[in-house]
Structures are given as structure tokens and as C-alpha cells.
């Protein structure tokens, strides 16, 4: 009888959950909802998309970092869908790390890289990287900065930021001598002489290891070179141009500032941060070096009134072109399994609220057409120009060979210096060097 009854209750219990599962055809849960549960459940066909994990890896890390931890929480914010995990690590290390993961095949899907041909347009070129030519947020930025991520109309990545090298000027050696900034070569030599005449040396530079002067010809060959001949660093690469010739002009100008004393006597003895204290301290008028540079000088002398321009070697009726260059780039790995996700997060990083805090952040320039961020108002001037998309990038970033090219270009030029070789025998050993690097 006890057995009768088990078997009974369990043939109701049955058609108890027979019933149930009919009856909630359109709740996909096995348990039926209490009247409250019902009133407040969301339907599973609304519920948010599964998170999708974004890996970013790339060369900041510690205090470079920057906005990048700001910028990600504010990108998960928009896309809570999307999660971004950043690795980070010294530059150094990275360029290793970075070709080892591409080479095993699993780099991660969004990459922070170099600019130019040795970096992020050779991994490119090589078939690692997405083409992103035809996004329409690529047209956010200037001209000149996609040159550094671009080749035969495929870009491999978005620069982020830019740096530059120019003319640092004292403006109250200026305002005293009735000085404008100086917009042609003419100008910049009548300004020189004016400030030598009064007793000022007119630029400060250190030549111990030639760095300087390789940074000098980087902010006056980009008028004079690539001005008549932009593709110039294409023609460089294919061996159908070399150094001689088309950057003779671009020596002699410089070189000719030695005789007419406008540049730092024995200059060859003299470090960067000697030169740089004397302009900072008053004794020199004008330092050429990189944006990078100002807080050295402002700490030497906070009360220091400065600007930078770029360099004018263009002739009168020109335009001026500064020498800027991209900082960082973001590239997406082409063999990503989340390429939605990683095109959202170029996306983001290319709108000009989210690049301000990152250039605010690095002391860098802006590369969105028409913008200049929040800069040290030094820059003013510079930045103008650049907005303007009239800048070019460090010369070595589109050179196959500019490892060997501008380490002998450091070295002739202190020869040049010490009278023991001309600038033209200069250009030959640059080309030399080039052609035993392209061996």
C-alpha cells in the first residue's frame, strides 16, 4: 500500500512539471517566476551582447602611461560590452616583445607601435597589421601625420600625437633688438646678425656627439628638400636619389652659419645641456631642439620668456614647414578574432575630446586636422603651422637605411666642424653608408 501511494505521488508530480513546461512556452527558465519575479524579469533576447575582451599591448608603461588608463575606463563606459585589458612595457623591450608575438602568431589585437618604415609600416608591409585606409575616422587627421603610418595608399595604423623641432627663441632679446619672428631665410640671417651685432650669441649648440646639428638639418631640410621633391624618401629608398645633390643646399645653409659666427665657437667641446643652459640663462638667443626639451630649460629658468618657431629656410613668398613628428600609433592586428571591437576603439581614440587628453597628457601636439590641444603657449607658433598640415615628419622615419644614414651624418658633421672634411664630402659618406647598410 505504502508502494501504491509513492508511485501515485510521483505520476502527480509528473504531470505537475508537464504542465509547467507547456505552459511557459515563452520563459526560457525551467522554474516558474513569482508574480514579482514575472513583473520585473528582463527577456533574455534584450540582455546585453557577451563581453567581448579587447588585449591592447604597447611601449608606455609606469609614468608614461598617461591618459591611457583614464582614456580605456572612459572607452568601457561607452561600450560596456567591451572589455580592454593593456599591457604595458619600455620601448626598448617592446620592439622585441612585439616581433616575437607576430612571429608566433598570437600578438595581441590592438597595438601601440612606432611610427615610420621600420616600424609599424614595416609590420604592415609584411601583412600583420589591418588596413585601415578605408575607415571614415582616418580623416580626422592631417595629411602629415598619416605619413608616418601610411604607404602606397594603405594606412596600418592612427597617430596619436606629435612632436617637434624648432627654433626656441628668447623673446625679450627679440623685443629689445625689435625682432619678428623670422618667416624666410633672409629674415632668420638678418635676425642673427642683428643679435650678434649686439653683443648676443645668436644660437647655441653642442657638437660633442653631432646630435644637434642632426636635429638643425631635421628642421631645415624639410623646406628645401622636401618642399621641390616630396617623394624624395621614396626615390632615397629605390636608389634612384641620394644625399648628394638633393640635400646640398640644406648643408650649405646650415654650415654657412659657422663663418658668419652665429653658432657656438668649438662646438665640438660643447655638450646639449650646455648649450641648452646658456640659451636658458640668457647668454644665446635662439636653441634648436625638440619640443621635449622645455621643461629642461624652464627648470634651469622658470622665468624664462620663450617661444618656438620653426625653422625658416623657405625663400620669401614660401610657406614654412616644421619638422614634427608622430609619437605613438595604434594599429589592430589583422588576424584578430574581435575586429568590431577593436575598430571601436581606434574609432574612439580618433574623435578630438579623447586625443586632447592624450596629448595634454605627453606634452604633445595634436594630429586631428584643425586642432592644437592643450599646449604650453612656447608653442604657440609652431603648432600653427603645424594645424595647417604644413610639417614633415623626422626625416629617418622614411628611410629604409636611417639608422646608418644619420649616425654618419652625426659623425661627418663634426668633421665639418673642424675644418677636416667639407659638407659635400659629408653627403658622400652619408651616401656610402647607405649603400653598405643596403649590401
Known amino acids: 500500500m505504502k508502494r501504491k501511494g509513492l508511485g501515485l505521488l510521483a505520476i502527480v508530480m509528473m504531470l505537475v512539471m508537464v504542465v509547467s513546461a507547456c505552459g511557459g512556452g515563452n520563459n526560457k527558465n525551467t522554474a516558474s517566476p513569482s508574480p514579482t519575479e514575472s513583473s520585473s524579469q528582463t527577456p533574455v533576447e534584450s540582455a ?35 572589455k580592454v585589458v593593456y599591457e604595458g612595457m619600455p620601448g626598448g623591450q617592446f620592439k622585441d616583445f612585439i616581433k ?87 629674415e632668420f640671417l638678418a635676425a642673427s646678425e642683428a643679435i650678434k651685432q649686439s653683443g648676443t650669441l645668436p644660437i647655441a649648440i653642442g657638437n660633442n656627439d653631432g646630435w644637434m646639428t642632426l636635429a638643425a638639418l631635421y628642421t631645415v631640410a624639410p ?3 622636401y618642399g621641390p621633391t616630396p617623394d624624395f624618401d621614396s626615390k632615397l629608398n629605390d636608389g634612384s636619389a641620394t644625399f648628394t645633390g638633393a640635400w646640398d643646399d640644406t648643408v650649405a645653409k646650415w654650415f654657412s652659419l659657422i663663418d658668419k659666427g ?49 625653422m625658416p629656410s623657405n625663400a620669401a613668398g614660401q610657406d614654412v614647414i616644421a619638422s614634427a613628428a608622430v609619437g605613438t600609433t595604434f594599429a589592430i592586428n589583422k588576424d584578430t578574432k574581435v575586429a568590431d571591437a577593436a575598430k571601436k576603439y581606434l574609432e574612439f581614440w580618433s574623435q578630438a575630446d579623447n586625443q586632447k587628453l592624450w596629448t595634454k597628457s605627453q606634452q604633445g601636439f595634436m594630429t586631428i586636422n584643425g586642432e592644437t590641444g592643450d599646449i604650453d ?15 614633415y615628419p623626422f626625416l629617418d622615419q622614411g628611410w629604409l637605411y636611417g639608422g646608418a644614414a644619420t649616425t654618419e651624418m652625426m659623425t661627418s658633421a663634426q668633421g665639418v666642424y673642424l675644418k677636416a672634411i667639407t659638407p659635400a664630402v659629408m653627403l658622400e659618406n652619408m651616401d656610402k653608408a647607405w649603400a653598405d647598410a643596403a649590401k
Not at 647668454?283 to 626639451?293: H, L, P, R, T, V
Request: proline share 4%; glycine share 8%.
Open 48 to 82: 546585453p551582447a557577451e563581453s567581448v575582451t579587447l588585449k591592447v599591448t604597447g611601449f608606455k608603461s609606469g609614468t608614461e602611461l598617461g591618459a591611457i588608463p583614464e582614456l580605456n575606463e572612459k572607452f568601457m563606459s561607452e561600450n560596456p560590452e567591451i
Open 100 to 186: 616575437t608575438r607576430f612571429a608566433a602568431g598570437d600578438a595581441s589585437d590592438v597595438i601601440l607601435m612606432h611610427p615610420g618604415l621600420s616600424d609599424v609600416i614595416s609590420y604592415g608591409k609584411a601583412g600583420y597589421l589591418m588596413d585601415l585606409s578605408g575607415e571614415s575616422w582616418i580623416s580626422n587627421f592631417t595629411a602629415a601625420a598619416l605619413k608616418s603610418t601610411s604607404q602606397d595608399g594603405q594606412v596600418y595604423a592612427i597617430p596619436n600625437d606629435m612632436n617637434v623641432m624648432g627654433v626656441y627663441y628668447n623673446k625679450e632679446i627679440f623685443e629689445k633688438l625689435s625682432l619678428a619672428t623670422p618667416t624666410n631665410w633672409d
Open 223 to 225: 623646406s628645401l628638400v
Open 262 to 310: 652665429y653658432l657656438t665657437e668649438k662646438s665640438t667641446g660643447v655638450s646639449l645641456d650646455q648649450a641648452q643652459q646658456a640659451f636658458a640663462t640668457g647668454k644665446a638667443a635662439m636653441y634648436i631642439d625638440g619640443s621635449w626639451s622645455l621643461a629642461g630649460i624652464k627648470k634651469t629658468n622658470p622665468d624664462l620668456k620663450l617661444g618656438m618657431f620653426a
Open 377 to 391: 603657449e612656447a608653442f604657440n607658433e609652431i603648432a600653427a603651422v603645424v594645424a595647417q598640415g604644413n610639417s
